[in-house]
């Protein structure tokens, strides 16, 4: 069974242009996670889903991001503008939700460049 | 969420036992420990998670003692392929109907021959 996919792998943009990164979790999941990593640092939480709803959004800058997850299944997260500084991994990670079930699944991330 | 401490990094040599430890005083009742691996340019990977006492399974035990302020992630026999920054994480698995996953900074393990 596939994982969780990813992409694009990478981005290169200008700075105050839009990207968007697409993820398709695993089948069946209901959780799913956007991350952003910088290097040399832990990932760090920026939303997470319960199926369609956006269960923890509170470290999402929404004046410039955005995400959504259309019929609980894939998710995509945009960037406008994107800033120099928004320059990082951003990772999705998905897991089945539910008691019993709390590992997550990550995808290998979208290294974005801002120059 | 509780605050874990853990080192910055450690180094060891092909064939032994790795030993890493995270502080975490301030645990709650509900939390769980669960450490994650990441290699260079890969998603983190679930190893491990436990409430109390010992886990063990096919790749790694885990040791949570009584007060479970700390815990160690034990690595039999490592080999070069376990150089990777490694994770623990403490929280409730179930709060709100879902899994909230929030990592620290980690420990970079680098094995040697």
């Known amino acids: 069974e596939a994982g969780v996919v990813q992409s694009p792998r990478y981005k290169i943009i200008e700075k105050k242009q839009p990207v968007a990164f697409w993820c398709n979790p695993i089948?069946?999941?209901?959780?799913l996670y956007w991350y952003l990593q910088n290097l040399g640092q832990g990932p760090e939480l920026l939303i997470r889903?319960?199926?369609?709803?956006?269960?923890?959004d509170s470290q999402l800058p929404k004046d410039r991001f955005s995400a959504e997850r259309l019929k609980g299944v894939d998710s995509t997260l945009k960037i406008q503008p994107a800033e120099l500084g928004d320059s990082a991994v951003y990772l999705c990670?998905?897991?089945?939700?539910?008691?019993?079930?709390?590992?997550?699944?990550f995808g290998q991330g979208t290294r974005l460049t801002v120059v | 969420l509780a605050k874990t401490t853990q080192p910055i990094s450690m180094d060891s040599y092909e064939g032994q036992e790795v030993n890493i430890t995270c502080s975490h005083n301030?645990?709650?009742?509900?939390?769980?420990i669960t450490w994650y691996q990441q290699f260079p340019s890969q998603g983190p990977r679930f190893i491990i998670q436990?409430?109390?006492t010992k886990v063990t399974n096919e790749v790694a035990s885990l040791f949570i003692p009584a007060d479970r302020k700390s815990s160690t992630l034990s690595l039999p026999r490592v080999s070069l392929s376990d150089t990777a920054v490694y994770y623990c994480?403490?929280?409730?698995?179930?709060?709100?109907?879902?899994?909230?996953?929030?990592f620290g900074t980690g420990t970079q393990l680098k094995v040697e021959l």
């Open positions: 990670a998905s897991s089945l939700g539910g008691r019993m079930n709390t590992e997550a699944f």
């Open positions: 089948s069946g999941h209901n959780t």
């Open positions: 889903y319960e199926n369609e709803e956006a269960v923890d």
């Open positions: 301030n645990i709650a009742t509900n939390d769980y």
């Open positions: 436990g409430y109390k």
């Open positions: 994480l403490v929280g409730d698995p179930f709060t709100g109907g879902g899994n909230k996953l929030t």
